[in-house]
């Protein structure tokens, strides 16, 4: 049985940040739908240019569109690795229940688990106005928190950085909105479930990765037993 991780939080609590060292760690699959939303806001066709102003108005992406996306990507690669980061998706209940309905047909036995990124919204503003992004390869940096040893530049491929064009404070205000109104319900959806591990988020990204490193190393043992039995 596959592990599928579901990170949630707020918009800037460092969710593709540590999605990056536990694939780096663990060898997961790392679906960031953000990233790929992006990847193809940069094409030339009327679905790109959709998707970009939605993105840039702080808005979701329609939920037939991204996860049409998501299964085109879990179809093709899942099966050669251990386990799953969902980063940025589901995003709203409907799409929780779209994965939902995935891993039932397609896998018989889940081994779904939800990660809530703990952090107060006002926090995140600052994180997010602060934040640059390499273009090419994607990693992300911190002004304040986690800056570039070659200052402009990306430290991996020696790309100039940029700013998200969704990282200006009024759509940061917008995304934090969309987020309280439409992604939290999914944070009480997996509680109830007993799927959902809360993590302080706002501590540094190290203590954050050990908190998260330890239940993953957990849930792809446990997972895997399950398969056996
Ligand atoms: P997406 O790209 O998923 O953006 P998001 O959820 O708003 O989250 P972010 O990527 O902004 O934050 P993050 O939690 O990954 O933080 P990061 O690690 O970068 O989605 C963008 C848009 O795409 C959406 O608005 C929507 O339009 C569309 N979309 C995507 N998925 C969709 C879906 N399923 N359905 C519909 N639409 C969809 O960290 C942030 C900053 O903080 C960085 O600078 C980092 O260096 C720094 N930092 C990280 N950790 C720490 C720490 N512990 N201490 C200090 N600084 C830290
Ligand atoms: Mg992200």
């Not at 799953?84 to 998706?89: A, E, N, P, Q």
Request: proline letters at 4%.
């Amino acid at each position: 049985m596959h592990t599928y991780v579901v990170l949630l939080g707020l918009p800037g609590a460092g969710k593709g940040t540590q999605a990056r060292r536990l694939v780096d760690s663990f060898g997961l699959y790392w679906i960031s739908t953000g990233d790929i939303l992006r990847r193809i806001a940069l094409e030339e066709h009327d679905l790109a240019q959709r998707v970009k102003s939605i993105m840039e108005s702080g808005r979701l992406v329609d939920d037939e569109t991204v996860y049409e996306v998501v299964q085109h990507y879990l179809e093709s690669e899942e099966s050669r690795y251990p386990g799953v980061i969902l980063d940025g998706f589901p995003r709203n209940l409907r799409q929780g229940e779209m994965l939902e309905n995935y891993l039932e047909t397609i896998h018989h036995e889940k081994g779904l688990h939800a990660v809530y990124f703990d952090m107060e919204p006002e926090r995140v503003v600052r994180r997010l106005t602060a934040r640059r992004v390499c273009p090419g390869c994607q990693r992300v940096y911190n002004q304040e928190s986690h800056p570039s040893s070659m200052g402009d530049l990306c430290e991996a491929c020696g790309e100039p950085l940029i700013q998200r064009a969704d990282d200006a404070e009024a759509v940061v205000r917008k995304r934090i909105q969309t987020y309280l109104e439409e992604t939290r319900p999914l944070v009480d959806y997996y509680e109830r479930l007993a799927k959902l591990v809360k993590v302080p988020a706002d501590d540094t990204e190290t203590v954050v990765y050990k908190r998260l490193a330890a239940l993953v190393e957990r849930w792809l043992h446990s997972d895997s037993e399950t398969l056996r039995l």
